[in-house]
């Protein structure tokens, strides 16, 4: 990636202000330092807190307000910006937009686990911006490459959390049918307590997991009844019952008649 550093430098003024709306010129890729600092990007407002990024990107209309206390970063991506007496609030001409997918697909706001994730980096590059042209395009890499490994993490755990545990359990017993399943495999399979599980599944489901298991065993029993020529045995196994006759008790239990009798009606 062809890179140059326009700026690197703390911005802390003494007291809380209001940056009036600019076009951004260049890449700016700002760490907070602070709590309370607001950015607002394309219209959207962003309350940062300490160790939260912040990307801009060339052409976005941008504002801020509060206390600010950051470091902040700017790159040039095009070739074709002056580095020299650089300042974001002078007018100058709109870098022209990138084409790399680690630097577009970004996000505004990227929120890590810790606040202390990226200061570090941040850190060295106040030190190397513009002492170690080398280290310091290094150091950029490794941020936008960690910036990107983060992203993919949360937008994949955004991803899962929308599966709740009463979902991951439904799930499991359909497409184990035949597998030995207690409660405890369940309670196990969600990290929960398994009267806690029961609890919250029945308000989801209506019935207990174990119950809502049996229904989903003899629904399939039913089916292989009625349209294969499988032994009862087999059958039997398919749904997860060792025994072939607490088997058909429970299918009897279930549907008030026998899989042999259900068989010889169809």
Do not use: W
């Amino acid at each position: 990636m062809d890179m140059k550093i326009l700026e690197c430098r703390r911005f802390a003024p003494p007291a809380p202000c209001t940056i009036s709306p600019r076009v951004v010129k260049d890449y700016e890729i700002d760490v907070e330092l602070g709590d309370g600092h607001v950015t607002c990007i394309e219209g959207t407002e962003y309350h940062l807190k300490r160790g939260d990024i912040c990307v801009r990107k060339p052409g976005q209309v941008i504002y801020c307000r509060g206390p600010v206390d950051a470091v902040l970063l700017t790159l040039d991506l095009s070739g074709g910006q002056n580095g020299q007496n650089y300042s974001r609030n002078i007018l100058g001409t709109v870098q022209q937009p990138t084409d790399n997918d680690l630097i577009l697909n970004l996000n505004s706001i990227i929120r890590p686990v810790s606040e202390y994730t990226f200061i570090p980096i941040y850190t060295e590059l106040l030190k190397t911006a513009f002492s170690d042209e080398y280290a310091a395009k290094n150091l950029v890499m490794e941020l936008i490459y960690k910036l990107n490994a983060e992203q993919c993490r949360k937008n994949y755990i955004k991803i899962k959390s929308k599966e709740t545990a009463t979902d991951i359990v439904f799930k499991y017993m359909k497409e184990n049918l035949s597998a030995e399943i207690t409660l405890e495999t369940l309670a196990d399979l969600v990290h929960l307590d398994k009267n806690y599980l029961v609890r919250i599944f029945r308000n989801t489901y209506g019935q207990t997991p174990i119950n809502a298991l049996i229904s989903m065993r003899m629904e399939y029993a039913s089916d292989l009844v009625v349209n294969t020529d499988m032994i009862i045995t087999d059958i039997a196994t398919a749904c997860g019952y060792n025994s072939p006759s607490y088997f058909t008790a429970e299918y009897k239990k279930h549907f008030g008649i026998t899989p042999l009798k259900q068989r010889k009606m169809n």
